[in-house]
């Protein structure tokens, strides 16, 4: 095992240059780094899912010849300058790290009066994007005349929390902050000229300055701001007036994941007044429920619904009791009750008619009583209930904050009545005051990642709730909840002046459900869509052949890519939103064959150092541990690629004090390790040693001591290989099944886990574990067990994810048919599956609830296009030399093929064809460069005619 190293500040021969970069930076960059104080509107910084609003307000005299204004804020902002909007940030960073962005002004200012003005949200709570949340802001610059200099430093701003955004509502899903609801009747003009500043106060400094880091600028470029129109009206119709809704939400800790999940039981209770002995159709939330002592069951029903459940409710005349027990999850009880409008019932805990207090609930979050809420027998009735509980219990009243998302799914439209015909959205659409709840669906022509926007004239107090999904239902309507803990919707309330309503944050969608309630006035709809807002990938790559299903998969595929690539690569735009390590592999390997640009990559892997941290440099222990290896082999393949060796010398050493952490996690020679994620399938993940996990331990050794050699630093590499041996070892002695010459699962508890998962000898061999006088009998076996998967979601063999794996060993030997039907048998319908398709979580959307259609891990086959088809060599798990272009293209079931494919040297060109027992092959490839043409397979028996068009 790696013992403690002495020689840990040894720098070797590239010591020396990191120094020079280092006083090249602070000599030409003086101002690279720095130091700014930290304001909010408060010392304490901020609370849970507060919005903010500064301004600035100043007088020009003469036309601004430089305005530039510095700003960064925690958790996010949106920038405006009279107005017109600039843009959303900072990109994500942690305190340790931040950034800043850097905005050029001058072209939306004015001579006169101008205001600058910046919404700042705190997210007051962990998220996938950003794991920090303190609350604060910084801003500084200057706008220079020729007669005049006027400060942007933040003491020169005034501040006012929003009266109008609600802080209540739940989290959009368990890795995205809260879901967006804003009343701007209360925060109307906010970012407009002349409106009263009384209550607005001068910006206050935090206090713990030290949370922050010194702030470095904005290392990527500024998103894009495309403006995407909603391509197709889907419908127009009437809102259903059939059912009246009672709500109220009770919020639980939720600032983490850890506390997200916990169950929190809880009590309410209501009584449900009827004018008759009769029975009632209800709607309910989830829970436990006991009508006048009895308990009531949900109805089975043919659609089955992940937020609402169908109830008989036999009522008394008069007064019926209904008692409720939930344990509340997700940080949010959002109760909904749905009662027939016509049958003449009331709710009220206090049995008044008409009443506007609705519902009473008793969440102690205490221990102690919560044990008592689980032990307590509802059938014992009301009365027993409010005894045995006595205080704490809350009023809910009608009126209060409901949850948009959870409304946009339980309110139905009248689906035989349209209002407008369907088709292109060119013309506002108007509606009379008898047309005043309305329903309108749209698609967006494909998934987008962006602002969501409505534009139009509406009255003051018209509520408008948008909901957002990635796919249809059965229905053909936008699939709200398909997944139950996810809200994707949002809510305005206009305040009747401003036209444009936007999100503040960017959602990933296809399709939209809108709901416009204006109370009995008319209104119109003049515009809907979203502001793309995705990192600005120029497209160089391309690919055809001989395949049309291959082609689609390849658009699909870099279509997924761009919309998964923001301010640090993403899963998904939709779910998570969330930087994996994992996922980011294939998505450099996309990157490079398609744009080139590894910018965005070199941000990501700071923001890996951050996030791994802890683990790094204190052993904790987080979630999907195999990813922090999967960072170190994402730099690896980065620094092939680029030849940055300054990025790998800074965080050389939080990768050795890795390992280091590992020295007492070793059981029998092998790593124990607490989660793993390794794929979407039924392998094992916790408190195990895991043969996939070791055969990247291993490759992540072998990785560092290739590091250390490039460094000089000779101990450093002989610990590190010593180490390798021995895993590699390991792995033989205990999880090597020498009679069917496979892997076994892992290890748990000392006893072999059977299973054996597809990835668990993919890994290995890939890897440079395994003897390789068993790779062509491993490769066999995987060809046959390929053929048929299974289809259940998330059961299969493999699943997309690994299958970058998979494709990465058949290609290396020269498997190419096996690569290619696979494909086309997996990722043919997800191309096939619209117009404008993206690849797929797992390997079906459509009869399966779970996963998101558009996961950027999926889109590996378009850098196997690239790489195999095409055959320009970019390394990843193979040997490569980026001072040579080598083009060794394979297929074994296509005719032909063309592309361009981005290489570190320049863009190159193939064109293949078979034509009779002959090869041709074109290509173009930077002038000077060393190329070597040498096809493979069923290619390398053709008679190779090179560049015969030249």
């Given at each position: 095992m790696l013992e403690p190293l002495a020689h840990l500040n040894k720098r070797g021969k590239t010591r020396g240059f990191i120094l020079f970069s280092l006083i090249l930076i602070f000599s030409v960059w003086p101002d690279l780094l720095m130091s700014q104080e930290i304001h909010w509107i408060r010392p304490e910084g901020g609370e849970r899912n507060e919005y903010v609003f500064f301004r600035k307000v100043f007088d020009l005299k003469d036309e601004a010849k430089k305005a530039q204004l510095h700003l960064y804020v925690d958790s996010r902002y949106a920038l405006y300058v009279n107005g017109h909007y600039l843009g959303f940030g900072p990109v994500r960073s942690y305190h340790a790290n931040p950034y800043f962005d850097t905005h050029d002004i001058k072209p939306f200012l004015k001579i006169g009066v101008n205001v600058i003005a910046v919404l700042a949200m705190n997210n007051g709570m962990e998220t996938f994007q950003l794991f920090d949340n303190k609350g604060g802001v910084a801003f500084w610059g200057e706008i220079i005349t020729g007669s005049e200099k006027i400060d942007l430093g933040i003491r020169s701003w005034k501040a006012k929390k929003s009266a109008g955004f609600d802080q209540s509502t739940p989290r959009f899903s368990f890795a995205k902050g809260p879901i967006e609801s804003w009343d701007l009747r209360d925060d109307s003009g906010w970012n407009l000229p002349g409106i009263n500043l009384e209550s607005w106060i001068t910006p206050i400094p935090v206090n713990n300055q030290s949370d922050w880091g010194k702030m470095r600028p904005r290392p990527i470029p500024f998103l894009t701001k495309d403006e995407i129109k909603a391509f197709r009206l889907m419908g127009t119709y009437p809102l259903k007036k059939e059912e009246d809704i009672f709500t109220f939400r009770v919020l639980t800790p939720d600032l983490d994941i850890g506390q997200y999940s916990i169950g929190r039981p809880a009590l309410a209770y209501t009584y449900i007044y009827s004018p008759q002995k009769q029975n009632v159709n209800a709607g309910l939330w989830w829970g436990e429920y006991f009508l006048n002592g009895m308990r009531i069951n949900p109805k089975q029903v043919e659609k089955t619904s992940y937020h609402r459940q169908e109830f008989d409710l036999n009522l008394n005349q008069g007064w019926n009791e209904l008692l409720i027990k939930n344990n509340i999850i997700w940080g949010t009880w959002d109760f909904y009750l749905s009662l027939p409008s016509s049958l003449g019932l009331s709710v009220s805990p206090s049995k008044k008619i008409d009443d506007t207090e609705w519902f009473r609930s008793f969440v102690p979050l205490d221990q102690k009583l919560e044990q008592q809420i689980r032990q307590f027998d509802l059938a014992l009735g009301l009365d027993a209930a409010v005894k045995a509980f006595p205080d704490r219990w809350r009023s809910h009243k009608k009126g209060e904050p409901t949850n948009p998302a959870k409304d946009l799914a339980w309110m139905e439209h009248e689906?035989?009545?349209?209002?407008?015909?369907?088709?292109?959205?060119?013309?506002?659409?108007?509606?009379?005051?008898?047309?005043?709840?309305?329903?309108?669906?749209?698609?967006?022509?494909?998934?987008?990642?962006?602002?969501?926007?409505?534009?139009?004239?509406?009255?003051?107090?018209?509520?408008?709730?948008?909901?957002?999904?990635?796919?249809?239902?059965?229905?053909?309507?936008?699939?709200?909840?398909?997944?139950?803990?996810?809200?994707?919707?949002?809510?305005?309330?206009?305040?009747?002046?401003?036209?444009?309503?936007?999100?503040?944050?960017?959602?990933?969608?296809?399709?939209?459900?809108?709901?416009?309630?204006?109370?009995?006035?008319?209104?119109?709809?003049?515009?809907?869509?979203?502001?793309?807002?995705?990192?600005?990938?120029?497209?160089?790559?391309?690919?055809?052949?001989?395949?049309?299903?291959?082609?689609?998969?390849?658009?699909?595929?870099?279509?997924?890519?761009?919309?998964?690539?923001?301010?640090?690569?993403?899963?998904?735009?939709?779910?998570?939103?969330?930087?994996?390590?994992?996922?980011?592999?294939?998505?450099?390997?996309?990157?490079?064959?398609?744009?080139?640009?590894?910018?965005?990559?070199?941000?990501?892997?700071?923001?890996?150092?951050?996030?791994?941290?802890?683990?790094?440099?204190?052993?904790?222990?987080?979630?999907?541990?195999?990813?922090?290896?999967?960072?170190?082999?994402?730099?690896?393949?980065?620094?092939?690629?680029?030849?940055?060796?300054?990025?790998?010398?800074?965080?050389?050493?939080?990768?050795?004090?890795?390992?280091?952490?590992?020295?007492?996690?070793?059981?029998?020679?092998?790593?124990?390790?607490?989660?793993?994620?390794?794929?979407?399938?039924?392998?094992?993940?916790?408190?195990?040693?895991?043969?996939?996990?070791?055969?990247?331990?291993?490759?992540?050794?072998?990785?560092?001591?290739?590091?250390?050699?490039?460094?000089?630093?000779?101990?450093?590499?002989?610990?590190?290989?010593?180490?390798?041996?021995?895993?590699?070892?390991?792995?033989?002695?205990?999880?090597?099944?020498?009679?069917?010459?496979?892997?076994?699962?892992?290890?748990?508890?000392?006893?072999?886990?059977?299973?054996?998962?597809?990835?668990?000898?993919?890994?290995?061999?890939?890897?440079?574990?395994?003897?390789?006088?068993?790779?062509?009998?491993?490769?066999?076996?995987?060809?046959?067990?390929?053929?048929?998967?299974?289809?259940?979601?998330?059961?299969?063999?493999?699943?997309?994810?690994?299958?970058?794996?998979?494709?990465?060993?058949?290609?290396?030997?020269?498997?190419?048919?096996?690569?290619?039907?696979?494909?086309?048998?997996?990722?043919?319908?997800?191309?096939?599956?619209?117009?404008?398709?993206?690849?797929?979580?797992?390997?079906?959307?459509?009869?399966?609830?779970?996963?998101?259609?558009?996961?950027?891990?999926?889109?590996?086959?378009?850098?196997?296009?690239?790489?195999?088809?095409?055959?320009?060599?970019?390394?990843?798990?193979?040997?490569?030399?980026?001072?040579?272009?080598?083009?060794?293209?394979?297929?074994?079931?296509?005719?032909?093929?063309?592309?361009?494919?981005?290489?570190?040297?320049?863009?190159?060109?193939?064109?293949?064809?078979?034509?009779?027992?002959?090869?041709?092959?074109?290509y173009k490839a930077p002038e000077g460069a060393k190329v070597i043409v040498n096809p493979k397979g069923k290619l390398s028996k053709l008679n190779l005619i090179i560049n015969p068009e030249n």
């Open positions: 689906r035989s009545l349209p209002l407008s015909s369907t088709g292109a959205f060119k013309e506002p659409l108007n509606f009379t005051k008898d047309q005043s709840e309305v329903v309108l669906f749209f698609d967006m022509g494909e998934i987008q990642l962006g602002q969501i926007f409505v534009e139009g004239n509406f009255p003051v107090g018209t509520i408008i709730d948008i909901g957002f999904s990635e796919e249809l239902n059965k229905d053909g309507l936008p699939w709200l909840y398909k997944r139950h803990q996810i809200g994707a919707g949002l809510r305005f309330v206009t305040d009747g002046l401003q036209k444009r309503f936007q999100s503040f944050k960017p959602y990933g969608a296809r399709y939209l459900k809108l709901i416009i309630r204006s109370d009995g006035r008319s209104f119109s709809l003049e515009n809907v869509g979203m502001l793309r807002q995705v990192y600005p990938f120029q497209t160089v790559g391309s690919f055809s052949c001989s395949d049309p299903l291959m082609d689609r998969i390849w658009e699909a595929s870099w279509r997924t890519l761009q919309i998964c690539a923001e301010d640090s690569y993403t899963d998904t735009p939709f779910r998570e939103r969330g930087l994996y390590a994992g996922d980011m592999i294939p998505q450099i390997a996309i990157t490079q064959a398609v744009s080139g640009d590894m910018r965005l990559a070199k941000h990501s892997l700071n923001l890996f150092q951050d996030m791994y941290r802890s683990q790094m440099w204190e052993g904790k222990p987080i979630r999907h541990e195999d990813y922090i290896l999967s960072s170190l082999v994402a730099l690896d393949e980065y620094v092939k690629l680029t030849g940055d060796w300054d990025l790998v010398g800074e965080h050389y050493n939080n990768y050795k004090s890795l390992i280091g952490q590992y020295q007492s996690r070793y059981v029998n020679g092998l790593i124990k390790i607490d989660d793993v994620f390794i794929e979407w399938t039924t392998l094992y993940k916790r408190d195990a040693a895991m043969t996939a996990y070791q055969a990247l331990y291993f490759y992540s050794l072998q990785r560092l001591a290739d590091w250390a050699d490039q460094f000089g630093w000779e101990e450093d590499k002989k610990a590190f290989l010593e180490e390798a041996s021995k895993i590699k070892n390991s792995v033989y002695l205990n999880l090597w099944d020498k009679d069917n010459l496979n892997y076994f699962d892992g290890i748990k508890d000392g006893e072999i886990l059977k299973e054996k998962h597809l990835t668990s000898t993919i890994w290995p061999v890939l890897m440079g574990v395994t003897d390789p006088q068993y790779h062509h009998s491993i490769v066999s076996w995987l060809k046959e067990e390929i053929l048929d998967i299974g289809e259940e979601i998330r059961k299969e063999k493999i699943s997309p994810y690994s299958a970058f794996y998979l494709f990465s060993l058949l290609y290396r030997y020269e498997e190419s048919s096996a690569v290619e039907n696979f494909i086309r048998k997996h990722w043919g319908p997800m191309a096939l599956h619209n117009d404008r398709p993206t690849v797929w979580e797992n390997f079906d959307v459509v009869k399966s609830d779970i996963g998101t259609s558009s996961h950027a891990w999926s889109g590996h086959p378009l850098f196997f296009m690239a790489t195999e088809t095409l055959g320009v060599n970019l390394g990843f798990f193979k040997d490569f030399d980026p001072t040579i272009i080598e083009i060794k293209p394979q297929s074994e079931t296509l005719t032909w093929a063309k592309g361009i494919v981005v290489h570190p040297l320049g863009h190159v060109e193939v064109h293949w064809r078979i034509e009779g027992d002959n090869l041709f092959l074109n």
